[in-house]
Nanobody, 125 residues
Framework: QVQLVESGGGSVPSGGSRVLSCVDL????????VAWFRQAPGKEREGVAVNCRDGSTEYADSVRERFMIAQDYAKKTMYLRMNNLKPEDTAMYYC???????????????????WGQGTQVTVSS
């Protein structure tokens, strides 16, 4: 059973940095790909960053060069380091674990079977 819990959200000034964490409190952490998504009010959920066990990653154009996704398999934890934050990064951020048949980076919500409850990031201008 996968149980994802995010932390690290909060208010950040524009240009600041933040690290989000997502720990799997469940029994196993075996999915091949994990990801971070975000959703701002009135907007669709957006895939932000994806990381798979073979080291392949994918980032949304809007965050490339500013965000970095990482995993610590021993701690069953994934991270999203966000640098040079902008007001348009304000959103609820969700971690997600891919379906067992997902073996390459994907930012499609349907490819992810388990989701955290979300953590809010607010960037002030």
């Amino acid at each position: 059973q996968v149980q994802l819990v995010e932390s690290g959200g909060g208010s950040v000034p524009s240009g600041g940095s933040r690290v989000l964490s997502c720990v799997d409190l469940g029994y196993a952490y075996t999915s091949y790909c994990v990801a971070w998504f975000r959703q701002a009010p009135g907007k669709e959920r957006e895939g932000v960053a994806v990381n798979c066990r073979d080291g392949s990653t994918e980032y949304a154009d809007s965050v490339r060069e500013r965000f970095m996704i990482a995993q610590d398999y021993a701690k069953k934890t994934m991270y999203l380091r966000m640098n040079n934050l902008k007001p348009e990064d304000t959103a609820m951020y969700y971690c997600a674990v891919g379906r067992d048949d997902v073996v390459k980076p994907s930012t499609r919500s349907d490819d992810f079977a388990h989701w955290g409850q979300g953590t809010q990031v607010t960037v002030s201008s």
